[in-house]
């Protein structure tokens, strides 16, 4: 690779976080260590022009170019009650191959199936992986909707910027999401708290043991119809103070939706699930800062003295998943504030996007202002605590009958409003009416 063409890579990468659209040959040339390290690998990510011998970039991803290879044998959906999350596919997947001298290749939406892969492939040795999960409801008149999918797109294309993965324009990949969806439309259950799982993926899948940017990509998305998370009504979780496992530290990349960052947890959930408890409450520091549980963001709720409660959930300092629920909790819990009313949630709330120590947990729940605490995450939405061992005590953190608290009731009745289209909201997104 040529210097200028480096440099120019480069300077195209920096402008890549921004706006990823164009950021095909802006390759990201991170400056991280791993990158300074690598092999140096013959190639070009932008071809000269002939005649000025400039840098052409290379192409994005078009819709225009989709190819559509419908199956031949379609499947019949699964009965919506027998749904188990994540194990059933629908009939069909989008593939879309990039390749570091000619971009981004075609679109193609054909039936879901195996891929095979090189055993060198770097996904298979260095994690090169990163994934989304977003959801697709369909409401009582068969109109289709995703829920803020532009959060999702811009997330991904944060992630592949982080694993030195192509970014790509996340308006063309959710175009061409909205016509897989359409094509396999029949397959979200329509049943209140059913939808469709998509999982959008970008893999590097070079065929050399190398550690750098891979010169090969592939995006894929599938979809998993899934029914509600708690079939039987909320079912508050416990969770394990965890110190003997770290999930995230600066400069790491728990701010990224890596594969990478998930198979160290099982072991720590395992060890969890070994004392009693569901899932990690993970810990940060010698000051034990809360910051998420298990895979999903995490909000905690104080009485203050002077009759506020005060929600809080840790503030996105490189250590925090920037969840897309986590972002519409905090929306309207903050609108509510502002005016905009959320029924039933108490009005004399304040927000906060702050630390919190464990200290401060083990205080509240002694002196009876633990208001109550939960989880967010496209899965779950919501997910309260009951719970949470630390240091062998155990603090108990009230619940109501249906297992929710004072603020997360109001909160998840909204957010349900909005997914199921009863509450007219410009989160929703139309795939199909
Ligand atoms: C995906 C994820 C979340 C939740 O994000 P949503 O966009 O709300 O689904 C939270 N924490 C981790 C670690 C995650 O992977």
């Known amino acids: 690779m040529s210097r200028i ?16 659209a164009r950021t095909v ?21 932008a071809a000269p022009d002939p005649m000025t011998g400039e840098l052409l970039s290379l192409p994005d991803i078009n819709p225009g170019n989709l190819v559509i290879n419908k199956t031949s044998s379609p499947k ?45 492939s770097t996904v298979l040795h260095y994690a090169q992986t990163l994934f989304e999960g977003m959801k697709a409801y369909r409401d009582d008149n068969g109109k289709v909707t995703l829920f803020r999918p532009d959060m999702n797109m811009k997330r991904m294309n944060n992630s592949a910027q982080r694993l030195a993965l192509p970014t790509f324009s996340g308006d063309a990949v959710l175009e061409l999401i909205k016509k897989l969806i359409q094509l396999d439309k ?39 119809p899934v029914g509600p998370y708690y079939a039987e009504g909320f079912k508050p979780v416990a969770l394990y103070g965890t110190t003997e496992f770290s999930r995230a530290y600066p400069g790491g990349t728990g701010a990224y939706k890596l594969g990478a960052n998930y198979a160290p947890g099982v072991l720590a959930q395992k060890f969890a699930a070994k004392r009693g408890y569901a899932q990690n409450l993970w810990l940060f520091g010698e000051e034990n800062y809360l910051t998420e549980v298990g895979t999903m963001n995490l909000f905690v709720a104080f009485k203050k003295p002077d009759g506020v409660t005060e929600l809080v959930t840790p503030p996105l300092d490189g250590m925090i998943l920037p969840g897309v629920t986590r972002d519409s909790v905090l929306a309207l819990a903050r609108e509510h504030v502002a005016g905009k009313k959320v029924p039933e949630l108490p009005d004399n709330l304040v927000v906060s996007e702050r630390p919190v120590k464990m200290a401060e947990v083990q205080e509240a729940g002694r002196n009876g202002t633990l208001v109550e605490m939960f989880g967010s995450g496209t899965a779950a939405v919501i997910s309260p605590v009951n719970k949470v ?45």
């Open 186 to 224: 029949h397959w979200i259950p329509q049943e209140p708290g059913h939808s469709l799982y998509i999982r959008p993926t970008l893999i590097g899948n070079q065929k050399s043991i190398g550690v750098g940017p891979p010169n090969e990509a592939l995006l894929f998305v599938i979809c998993s």
């Open 76 to 120: 019949a959906p699964p009965p919506s009650n027998q749904l188990a999350f994540g194990h059933t596919f629908t009939d069909h997947m989008l593939t879309i191959p990039w390749d570091a001298n000619k971009g981004w290749g075609t679109p193609t939406i054909q039936p879901y199936g195996p891929f095979q892969m090189e055993p060198s």
């Open 5 to 20: 063409a480096s440099a120019s890579r480069l300077l195209a990468s920096r402008a890549a976080i921004r706006a990823p």
């Open 25 to 45: 040959c802006a390759r990201t040339l991170s400056t991280t260590p791993a990158r300074a390290l690598s092999t140096t690998r013959a190639r070009s990510a």
């Open 389 to 433: 061992g630390f240091k062998g005590e155990d603090i108990i953190i009230p619940t109501g009958e249906d297992g929710m608290g004072p603020l997360s009731r109001p909160i998840w009745k909204q957010l349900m409003g909005i997914q199921r289209g009863t509450i007219p909201s410009l989160w929703s997104v139309e795939v199909t009416n």
